[in-house]
């Protein structure tokens, strides 16, 4: 079965980095993206970017450029997330999610999240 | 960026009764390609990730029970939990894949009253 399993929870100091795997099995999987999405304590779902993980294409978020970069081994089917210049406000649990990529005539099509990731909490706390 | 909006924020319902979660997004969703509304939902119980209920605004993902249903087009969508279980217990989430950067409601927390 598919499955997205995430590395440990990180505690880190202000202005340190993080960097989080995402180890995939069950599909094939450079023919789909990934994508990270994170939750503070109390917030919303936040959107930061994704990777195809078929050509290394990336897209982030603004609010994260500069700051975050995600890429991936194919060798090892695992998609890493990350982000530097911590600040406490990046307290948060940090979640991969696979996109299916639909493409045709080299035209591709928004899909949604399926599965997710268990989830990594990383504390930036001084 | 779109953005999306669920109401209410929170809602106690008995067992057995009906459960009604709107979203609203800040533009329409729906492509002029395939007349599909890119909105989906999902849901997330304590310690756990979010897990997708429905996509394509009304399509059941394998395995989700039918009392869950979804419906609406455009700018306005519902979930609707027909006859609430305690399985349904959670925070439920509508999101637009529409457009990138992806974006979530709020979320809504579903509980027995």
């Known amino acids: 079965q598919v499955q997205l399993v995430q590395s440990g929870a990180e505690v880190k100091k202000p202005g340190a980095s993080v960097k989080v795997s995402c180890k995939t099995s069950?599909?094939?999987?450079?023919?789909?993206?990934m994508h990270w999405v994170r939750q503070a304590p109390g917030q919303r779902l936040e959107w930061m970017g994704w990777i195809n993980a078929g050509d290394g294409y990336t897209k982030y978020s603004q609010r994260f450029q500069g700051r975050l970069t995600i890429s991936r081994d194919t060798s090892a089917s695992t998609a890493y997330m990350e982000l530097t210049s911590l600040k406490s406000e990046d307290t948060a649990v940090y979640y991969c999610?696979?996109?299916?990529?639909?493409?045709?005539?080299?035209?591709?099509?928004?899909?949604?999240?399926?599965?997710w990731g268990q989830g990594t909490l990383v504390t930036v706390s001084s | 960026d779109i953005v999306m909006t669920q109401s209410p924020d929170s809602l106690a319902v008995s067992l057995g009764e009906r459960a009604t979660i709107n979203c609203k997004s800040s533009q329409s969703v729906l492509s002029s390609s395939n007349n599909k509304n890119y909105l989906a939902w999902y849901q997330q119980k304590p310690g756990q990730p979010p897990k997708l209920l429905i996509y394509?605004?009304?399509t059941r993902e394998s395995g989700v029970p039918d009392r869950i249903s979804g419906s609406g087009s455009g700018t306005d969508f519902t979930l609707t939990i027909s006859r609430l279980q305690a399985e349904d217990v959670g925070v439920y989430y509508c999101?637009?894949?529409?457009?990138?950067?992806?974006?979530f409601g709020q979320g809504t927390k579903v509980e027995i009253k």
């Open positions: 069950g599909y094939a999987f450079s023919r789909y993206a």
């Open positions: 999610a696979r996109e299916i990529r639909d493409c045709t005539n080299d035209v591709c099509y928004n899909r949604w999240f399926d599965p």
């Open positions: 999101q637009q894949y529409y457009t990138t950067p992806r974006t």
């Open positions: 394509w605004s009304s």
